[in-house]
């Protein structure tokens, strides 16, 4: 029997309003007009820890739960889930990117893991066994444990074949403009792009060539098997699942977090980090 799900507001990005990058400043402000709403959701997930009483809670990278955790914790010890916590160890490698960016995604995953008593990183990579680390002060090596990426079951099921079409995934829907003008560029390559577009169809076919397909778990796993290259906006999972299927993959990174997704898979070999949409680049990958 499923478990019931209560939702709650918790402190995130603005909904994207163009093709620019998350700033910072629209963060904290998108952020701040919602404090209310954060103060409700505290309630409700200190509610339901005293009325549970688990074993342990497990955190997925919520700023709530460590604050709670930070002020007045629950008995249940708290464990930490979550790629992000890789910014936290002392030999992460972090890009060229904005220093106060940085020291403010640094600066919330402190917040969400704040007295956890292990933080399980989701990595494509032991950063400790890569670098040598070991037991730092004030760094215990003991509470990071690096762990593989945590992929859907139909992942395991699914069988990658050699397609002929590229597949792509767009956090902001206004990089369409982009990927249609490329392709008129290039009319002999085919693409199924997805986006979370609330006023389209369930596809949009621009032409026999390029189409775009609200979101679908299912058939944006299906194309995703079958393409020969996979282009987005750098969210860990889909790049996990692009990596594992062994499709090269290009991504644009629209704020700080996917700037290190984005750094980090580049560096391992999975793709390559681009400022655009650059479409030419994926296709050298796919010809190689």
Known sequence: MPAPIHRFDSPNFPPPTGTDRARMWATIRYNLVRIPRYIKGIGIIRKKIKELQPDVVVNFYDMLVGLIYAVCPPKPPCICVAHQYA????????????????????????????????????????????????????????????????????????????????????????????????QKQHPDVSMHFFWDKKEAEKETVINSRLSFHQLDDKLFLDYLAGCKGYATTAGFESVCEAAYFGKPVLMVPTHIEQACNAYEFAQAGFGIAATAFDLDALLALTSR
Do not use: C, Q
């Open 87 to 182: 910014f936290l160890h002392p030999d992460y490698h972090f890009p060229a990117e904005n220093a106060a960016e940085l020291r403010s995604l640094k600066l919330v995953t402190r917040i969400t893991s704040l007295r956890a008593a292990k933080l399980f990183v989701l990595s494509i990579r032991n950063v400790e066994a890569a670098e040598g680390g070991g037991a730092r002060p004030n760094k215990p090596a003991d509470r990071f444990v690096f762990v593989p990426p945590l992929l859907r079951e139909e992942v395991f099921e699914a069988t990658p074949t050699d397609g002929d079409y590229m597949n792509g995934y767009l956090l902001n829907a206004n990089y369409a403009e982009d990927i249609i003008a490329w």
